[in-house]
């Protein structure tokens, strides 16, 4: 059954929505203001007004929270919000309000497994975010030279990280920013010349890719930004990230190993600048939810179920259950310690220990 028939039964199963689209868009253009201007202070308020559009808006996010019997108008805190199982990626059109999608992304999945799509209708709100969530952690992207070390990415269509890491390539004033494939000799040559040159320079990896090119391969780049991205894709052993990072800190000169958390149902990326320890720009927000119970969260220092709030999805879901195992801590700092069983693995950022 297609994305469309599904979308269409679950708004024949609906009430008449009493908004109209005029009403629709001022609010959405406001929300968006407020989203990339929020601060700590208001960030749970502001959480809540989207949810409020989105359960207004979004048929399959109002399906869902009536499905559960939660009473739209007794949630008043953010711990209360349902949060949307990412599954429904896979099955559903998850899309807010009268807009029809400008693009589509779509996951790698596993060989013959059900792929996520993410229906985009404005890209330059995908555009702001991660352009933002990037400039919060490093700096202007103009000051780089950007790497892309993406072969199971550039191998296919439809991945959000392939336009991120080409519109970072575009942005960085270096002419010598790219892609790169299996061309390992002219990476190493590459590495080489913006090292003389003393240019700011990032190595955006999948982590397979990185490994396989310090194998072959010693670069002496103390000040590289080396930054990996996702996990094995099946083409290597799942390994634990303290010894993915020996390797890679070895291979590279490098006294550090960065990484990115993002996935194809979101809009905003979490960064690592240090021992996997995650951090969110200021519009997302990770939650840890109960492993044997779904609607309850675990204290802080607890292994739960990744809960996501990325405000910047909303033209789609901002409240998104993930498949990952993680902890936060006091200082809002994550870490992502692997899978549910029986899930996809896939992209975001996933090392096995």
């Given at each position: 059954m297609s994305v469309f028939i599904i979308r269409q039964i679950f708004l024949s199963h609906l009430k008449p929505l009493k908004i109209r689209e005029v009403e629709f868009k001022q609010e959405r253009s406001d929300l968006i203001r407020k989203i990339f201007s929020c601060t700590v202070d208001d960030f749970d308020q502001?959480?809540?007004?989207?949810?409020?559009?989105?359960?207004?808006?979004?048929?399959?996010?109002?399906?869902?929270?009536?499905?559960?019997?939660?009473d739209f108008n007794k949630i008043d805190a953010v711990n209360k919000i349902p949060f949307l199982p990412i599954e429904f990626f896979k099955s559903f059109v998850v899309l807010t309000g009268f807009q029809n999608a400008e693009t589509i992304?779509?996951?790698?999945?596993?060989?013959?497994?059900?792929?996520?799509?993410?229906?985009?209708?404005?890209?330059?709100?995908?555009?702001?975010?991660?352009?933002?969530?990037?400039?919060?952690?490093?700096?202007?992207?103009?000051?780089?030279?950007?790497?892309?070390?993406?072969p199971s990415y550039l191998e296919r269509d439809g991945s959000s990280l392939i336009y991120m890491a080409n519109d970072m390539i575009q942005t960085g004033h270096s002419e010598l920013s790219g892609f790169y494939l299996h061309h390992s000799e002219e990476l190493v040559r590459t590495l080489t010349t913006v090292k003389e040159k003393g240019q700011k320079t990032i190595l955006l990896g999948v982590t397979f890719a990185l490994l396989d090119f310090v194998k072959e391969?010693?670069?002496?780049?103390?000040?590289?930004?080396?930054?990996?991205?996702?996990?094995?894709?099946?083409?290597?052993?799942?390994?634990?990230?303290?010894e993915v990072h020996r390797e890679l800190c070895k291979g590279f000169g490098v006294a550090k190993i960065h990484s990115e958390y993002g996935m194809t149902e979101l809009l905003s990326q979490a960064y690592s600048q240090n021992d996997g320890l995650f951090f969110t720009p200021?519009?997302?927000?990770?939650?840890?939810?109960?492993?044997?119970?779904?609607?309850?969260?675990?204290?802080?220092?607890?292994?739960?179920g990744i809960n996501v709030i990325d405000l910047a999805n909303l033209d789609s879901c901002a409240f998104l259950a993930t498949q990952d195992l993680g902890k936060i801590y006091n200082d809002g700092g994550f870490e992502v310690l692997g899978r549910f069983d029986y899930s996809d693995v896939r992209g975001c950022n996933l090392l096995v220990i």
């Open positions: 502001i959480a809540l007004e989207v949810f409020r559009y989105q359960y207004n808006f979004n048929a399959i996010y109002h399906k869902y929270v009536l499905q559960l019997n939660v992304f779509s996951s790698s999945g596993t060989t013959g497994s059900e792929t996520s799509k993410h229906f985009v209708p404005e890209i330059e709100l995908y555009q702001t975010s991660f352009r933002k969530g990037f400039e919060n952690f490093y700096g202007a992207m103009e000051d780089y030279c950007f790497l892309a070390l993406l391969h010693t670069i002496d780049f103390p000040d590289l930004i080396v930054m990996e991205t996702g996990g094995m894709k099946g083409r290597r052993q799942e390994i634990i990230r303290e200021p519009w997302m927000k990770i939650m840890m939810r109960d492993t044997n119970d779904p609607f309850s969260l675990v204290q802080n220092g607890m292994t739960g």
